[in-house]
């Protein structure tokens, strides 16, 4: 039995100052369009599992964890997949010692090793429990080290990690493609899937362009219009879209100078600005 019910939230489609910007009485952070306020990025996949187990992954876990959960009821978390080791993609992991009380169950953690080795430094609490003064209530986590190009096999799901550019600091995105009863890549592929989580990119390297192919959906980078050395802009997330060519395109990670209903309505075809709350299925 292949996974169903399967979807993709995004639970958070802002930067790291998050959208409205403390202090900034802008346009945008003024509006009263729901769009165009963006916590902290982070996304989840749930699904049922080949044993028809509800299932529930993390894509990083955003400072907005607490609300993004709450909004949308998640009351397990088996995994969490992490792009990258900067604080707005990873102050939410103590939030997740929530999930661990109600499965009675420890998370699998995967990242790469600098990111690994920046959990274990910021939550000594968690991840060398043994100092705590008092045995507080800390999250139990299982760390396991991934690289590019190694996929991971999560509950019928293959997550593919892609090697990106985020300025000089080399991060990850995922290529999530469901399995078939064989351990193979389904022919028929369920909800958004193939899909590509692509956060906080400013270069995509020749080696990850062809593994890009044949997408249901990307979700992609797009910071601002202004050029900026660590992400893409907004002619630069189009470009490179049009050459990936997904069946459909959603772009997140978006700055306060991003007005929704304004650049949304511009978009080529076949994209579009994603948003707090976005469901795909």
Known sequence: MPVGDLQCIILGSGTSAGVPVIGCECEVCRSTDPRDRRSRPAAC?????????QR????????????????????????????HNHVDHTFGLDEVRRFNALMKAPIDVYAEPHTLQFLSRVYQHIFAREKNVNDSFVATLIPHVVEPDRPLELYGLRWTPLRLLHGRLPILGYRIDALDDRGGVAESQPGPLPLAYCTDVSGIPPETWPKLHDLNTLILDMLRY???????????????????GARQTYFTHMTHEIRHAQLDAELPDRMALSYDGLILH
Do not use: E, G
């Open 56 to 83: 529930v992954i993390l894509i990083d876990t955003s400072p907005d964890l607490r609300d993004q959960a709450l909004r949308h009821k998640l009351r397990r978390c088996d995994a969490i997949v992490y792009t």
């Open 226 to 244: 202004r050029k900026h050395p660590t992400h893409l802009t907004v002619n630069d997330a189009i470009n490179a879209a049009q050459r990936i």
């Open 45 to 53: 996949v749930q699904f049922r599992d080949p044993l028809d187990k």
